[in-house]
């Protein structure tokens, strides 16, 4: 039985500026206290996130992140028994600005120095919301982020399959500015879809006929800036009904993209024989009812146990980096002050490296 300690997480990979307190064991893990400044307003009039102003942010808010995280949690440095920070993949500047205050922290407490993967924070959530046993199957989908992880061990993940182009996420925004929603996206696209004829256009699902579990979503929202442009030169404009069968019928090529892929990735994930076969999701895009009910769906036909962990775990947040840490530590060393920032670090190292850089920095 391994010891339990407490924790120090520091994420300032993308938008978020977060520091948070976990205490436990490996699969067996309380949240103390988690703080997260996002910073969507600062970016707000740019279309995307601006690499510099993150960075300035994130070294502006990181103090008064960890000074809230330790008082929230009711501890004080000295309880603290080891520091983690992500140290990549993400924006440069962000990530270096974490990374320097956990190796000025580890320097002033003599407290052991942990750099996580940020991918490794998301994959291994379900391990600190519900511990969920190893191997267990991971659809990343976020704004940043699309990937399908095996979780085999704290540190051992098979990459299936992931985006050639944008996230999901990303795509969500995208099509939300296209047809004149407001942001988040993903939101306003689902709020209007509800209304909306998901057949009237016949969008594509590419790279549905390709074998593996790759997929792509930058031709999807050419196809709605097509349809889009064809409405308006018809009709001068978009009526509220457009606008809605646009997002239903965008949506529903998103949630059958995801699924196809979803059924291969299953069974190579059922190919381990897993105890308690599980799939995992995690990233905004999760939190979307129709991509949500399908992929529960699929789950049960595959006799598949579907977990999401709750939604403020899913986003970026540093709970899941102090988590990882604790998975992590009973198999390797800490860190030393030449931990450094990576904007990209795959998490899977074995595979080819993704294509790709979004609006939210480098895929890994
Ligand atoms: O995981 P997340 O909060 O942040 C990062 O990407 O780091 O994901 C945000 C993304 C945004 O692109 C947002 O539009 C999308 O998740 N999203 C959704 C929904 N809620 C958030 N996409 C589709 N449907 C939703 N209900
Ligand atoms: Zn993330």
């Known amino acids: 039985m391994t010891r339990a300690v407490t924790v120090l997480g520091i994420e300032s990979s993308c938008d978020d500026t977060a520091a948070a307190v976990v205490c436990g064991a490996p699969g067996d893990m309380t949240v103390l206290s988690s ?23 994130h070294a502006e808010r990181l103090d008064v992140s960890i000074a809230g995280a330790l008082e929230q949690a009711n501890v004080s440095l000295k309880d603290i028994d080891a520091i983690a920070a992500t140290c990549g993949p993400g924006l440069i500047g962000g990530v270096v600005a974490g990374v320097m205050t956990a190796k000025g922290l580890a320097v002033a407490t003599g407290k052991p120095l942990y750099g996580i993967n940020h991918l490794a924070g998301h994959a291994l959530t379900p391990r600190l919301s519900d511990g969920i046993s190893f191997p267990y199957l991971m659809l990343l989908v976020s704004g940043g982020h699309c990937q399908f992880l095996l979780a085999k061990g704290p540190d051992d993940f098979k990459r299936l399959g992931g985006t050639i182009d944008d996230a999901p996420g990303e795509a969500f925004d995208k099509v939300a500015r296209l047809i004149g929603l407001g942001q988040p996206g993903g939101p306003a696209v689902e709020a209007a879809a509800r209304d909306g004829n998901p057949a009237r256009f016949d969008f594509p699902r590419p ?72 799939l995992c999701v995690a990233g905004g895009v999760a939190a979307n009812m129709t991509i949500r009910a399908l992929l529960e769906t699929i789950c049960a036909e595959a006799d598949v146990a579907f977990n999401a962990p709750p939604l403020a775990l ?12 604790i998975e992590q530590m009973p198999y390797r060393e800490p860190d030393g002050m030449d931990l450094s920032a990576r904007p990209r670090m795959p998490l899977d190292t ?4 993704m294509l790709g850089s979004g609006k939210k920095g480098a895929k890994a």
Do not use: W
């Open 314 to 325: 899913c986003t970026d947040n540093a709970a899941m980096i102090a988590a990882a840490a």
């Open 207 to 278: 790279l549905a006929n390709k074998p593996g579990c790759d997929l792509s979503f930058s031709g999807l929202k050419t196809a709605v800036l097509r349809a889009r442009d064809g409405i308006v030169d018809a009709q001068s404009g978009l009526m509220v009904q457009d606008q809605a069968d646009l997002a239903a019928s965008f949506q529903a090529a998103v949630a059958d993209s995801l699924a196809g892929k979803t059924r291969r990735a299953l069974a190579a994930y059922l190919d381990l024989a897993p105890a308690q076969p599980t």
């Open 350 to 353: 074995k595979s080819a490296a």
């Open 35 to 57: 703080v997260v400044f996002g910073q969507s307003e600062l970016h707000a009039d740019f279309g995307g996130v601006v690499p510099e102003i993150a960075a300035r942010a």
